[in-house]
């Protein structure tokens, strides 16, 4: 009766990879995507020669060697390293918190004395045990930077006061001692040549493929369709909220086309003051690493540029829920989820939003091949 041995519902990486891997061992795999395009928020579309990341900038990072192999088997990487800039009120600092980010605030040249800084601000600020993330901060940073580089991305970005949100969102950010401005602290990063949607492309190749096909709006055709279901889409909204609603985070991409080469000389810029609604500005060409020098390119691509404007907005059913929440509260009630689905065994959560984790793309790679050989498939 069931036509396929695996439907998998969404096409990200994670239902991406997955489809692959069992259709390469001669599984019979269906595949649906919601949206009109294969990739969920890695897609990447080609507009007048420039790669442009639609779901928000995506830089691959790991210190994962076989994720590394894994992933470059499907594309070659450019060595492009994540170099962001903050614009606190027109002041420019570079991130993540280093040495040059110390030298612009105060002046210090050597290590020690921006060690000494750090410490004296954190002294004056007396906190023992950090309570949130506001304490959190800055007892990692001292006051200054609390004040100029976190407080108003942070508050923008989760639309609450850091004195009400949890410490761990701040574990993220480095703080180093050294002049390198390079954001992450991994073996390997960059981005694909080309972009990421040929990874996928590749992927999907040989794979039967629904778009525009929402798993809750067919629900009843697909139950039998398939031995087992492999689910990317968020994991209380299958179970149809029976033990109550996730709270996620959703964003609103506004992207221009600009008549300039150059419009802001970093692939990212992000405004950490409150009032800027934005939280960053993503322009597209500059992760082409080697492609674009801000004075001389290629001809295609010399006399216009794509920028897009992040803004973090509040989630409701809706829209896209890109960031989970993972407070207390809401990771007690994800646990509540994953136990229902330990139980039911003719389905496999998986993803950012099928395990609510905020994972990067290394994260998920590793978690797709993991499921695979739970499903002894590899
Ligand atoms: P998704 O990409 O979300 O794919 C899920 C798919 O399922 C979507 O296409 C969706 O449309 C589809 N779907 C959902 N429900 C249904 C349904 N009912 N029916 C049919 N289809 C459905 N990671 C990094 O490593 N580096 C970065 O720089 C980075 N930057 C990021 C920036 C932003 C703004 C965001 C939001 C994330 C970023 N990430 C980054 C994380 C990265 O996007 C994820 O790790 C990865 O894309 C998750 O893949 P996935 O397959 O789990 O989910
Ligand atoms: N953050 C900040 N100022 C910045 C960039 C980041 O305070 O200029 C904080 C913010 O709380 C954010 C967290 O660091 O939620 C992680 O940011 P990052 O850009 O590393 O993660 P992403 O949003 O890309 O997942």
Request: proline letters at 3%; charged letters at 30%; hydrophobic letters at 30%.
């Amino acid at each position: 009766m069931e036509k396929y041995d695996y439907l998998i519902v969404g096409s990200g990486l994670f239902g991406s990879i997955f489809a692959y891997e069992a259709t390469k061992k001669g599984k019979k795999c269906l595949l649906i995507e919601k949206r009109n395009n294969i990739g969920g928020n890695i897609y990447t579309e080609k507009i007048h020669g420039i790669n442009v990341h639609k779901y928000g900038a995506h830089i691959f990072h790991t210190n994962n060697k076989e994720i590394w192999d894994y992933i470059n088997q499907f594309s070659e990487f450019n060595r492009y390293t994540n170099s962001p800039v903050a614009n606190y009120k027109n002041e420019l600092y570079n991130l993540p918190f280093n040495m040059n980010t110390f030298n612009r605030l105060w002046g210090v040249i050597t290590p020690e004395e921006a060690r000494r800084k750090i410490e004296e601000e954190k002294a004056e600020a007396r906190i023992k045990e950090p309570k949130n993330l506001e304490e959190q901060a800055i007892s990692l940073v001292g006051t200054t930077i609390y004040e100029k580089l976190i407080k108003g991305y942070t508050e923008k970005q989760w639309g609450k006061k850091c004195s009400e949100l949890p410490n761990f969102i701040i574990k993220r950010l480095p703080v180093r001692l050294i002049y390198d401005n390079n954001y992450f602290n991994c073996k390997y990063q960059g981005i694909p040549i080309g972009g990421y949607t040929c990874i996928i492309e590749k992927m999907l190749k040989d794979v039967e493929v629904w778009l525009n096909y929402d798993y809750f709006e067919h629900k009843k055709e697909l139950e039998k369709i398939a031995k087992k279901i492999v689910f990317t889409g968020p994991i209380d909204k299958y179970y149809d909220y029976r033990f109550g609603k996730l709270e996620y985070r959703s964003l609103k991409f506004e992207t221009e086309e600009i008549n300039i080469n150059n419009y802001q000389g970093n692939a990212v810029i992000n405004y950490t003051d409150f009032e800027t609604p934005y939280t960053r500005i993503i322009e597209h060409k500059h992760f082409e690493y080697g492609k674009s020098l801000g004075n001389e390119e290629n001809e295609e691509t010399q006399n216009h540029t794509i920028i897009t404007k992040e803004y973090p907005i509040t989630w409701d059913d809706t829209k896209e829920p890109y960031y989970p929440i993972n407070n207390e509260k809401n990771n007690n009630l994800y646990i509540k989820y994953n136990q229902q689905a330990k139980k039911d065994s003719n389905i496999i959560f998986g993803g950012r939003l099928g395990t609510y984790k905020y994972y990067d793309m290394d994260k998920v790679i590793e978690e797709a091949l993991n499921t695979l050989r739970n499903e002894k498939i590899i």
